[in-house]
């Protein structure tokens, strides 16, 4: 069993130091930063993998935590037609950190990781618009299409591909308060397209589901909180912007679960909660 933590750790320190103490072997982080200097011998990651980092300081990165996997980390280059092996074309800054996860045991079950970031993006400022935060399907699109590059059959189950991260939508959603959602159903739509499943985490696959909907989703939705505003806490959360995909076939192989109690111990030292993904590669 091979242990992907999922998590936008906004920055902050303490995150790095929780998920060195939860024995896991991969973590897919957004809005990462660095890593305190006592733990650099702790976390192997590439810092060098990405073509531009000065422009942009909340990176998506892939880290390793264990010595049960190894991991080869693709650089970033611009989307050219011909890619080496050891790069992945990349048309958004800051939205997308891949690596191939080899677990030690199993080689033969070795699969691309995908670390996503749906960065918000505002209108033209030639634009009239009341999109103060702006959108992020655009981001998310990008993402997409980058990571398109690992799908090279039109069968799903000839790929290995996990892909997790902050997408900053709401899944399902039907009202327009904090979504553009004809704009972001597309994004469901094109993973599903590429064989890609939606693997969640839905409810039950979470410690709890919010004690009151949001009026943007529909009520028997089977979302479950992952992200609480500022000001606000594990207990008061009830947007979902957290997910995970597997490519079709492999996502049956692939388990994931919203660490989400509704207390700070538990939610973890972000505004996020963790994603768990376990993946059985007997």
Request: contains cysteine; negative net charge; proline residues 6%.
């Amino acid at each position: 069993m091979i242990k992907v933590v999922s998590w936008n750790i906004a920055k902050r320190e303490k995150p790095w130091r929780e998920l060195v103490g939860m024995d896991a072997d991969v973590a897919l982080v957004q809005e990462a930063g660095s890593p305190p200097g006592d733990l650099i011998d702790l976390v192997d990651y590439e810092d060098g993998v990405f073509w531009d980092r000065h422009l942009y300081d909340r990176w998506p990165l892939v880290l390793k935590l264990s010595d049960r996997v190894e991991v080869e980390w693709f650089k970033q280059v611009a989307p050219i037609c011909d890619l080496g092996s050891d790069a992945i074309g990349v048309s958004g800054i800051g939205t997308i950190a891949a690596a191939k996860v080899v677990p030690v045991a199993r080689h033969d079950k070795a699969f691309i990781a995908v670390s996503m970031y749906a960065r918000w993006l505002r209108p033209h400022p030639s634009v009239r618009t009341n999109w103060s935060v702006g959108y992020a399907d655009a981001s998310a699109h990008r993402v997409i299409s980058d990571l398109s590059a690992f799908i090279g059959s039109r069968d799903p189950s000839t790929h290995r591909i996990l892909a997790a991260g902050d997408l900053n939508m709401i899944y399902g959603a039907i009202g327009h308060k904090l979504s553009l959602p004809e704009r972001e159903r597309t994004v469901w739509d094109r993973f599903q397209a590429l064989g890609l499943e939606f693997i969640g985490p839905q409810w039950p696959d979470a410690c709890r589901q919010a004690s009151s909907q949001p009026t943007d989703v529909p009520s028997d939705t089977k979302n479950v909180p992952t992200f609480y505003s500022p000001g606000g806490s594990p207990e008061t959360a009830v947007n979902q912007l957290d997910y995970a995909f597997a490519s079709r076939g492999f996502h049956e192989n692939v388990k994931v679960r919203a660490l989400n109690e509704a207390d700070n111990d538990n939610w973890g030292s972000s505004d996020h909660c963790r994603l768990l993904i376990e993946i059985d590669c007997g």
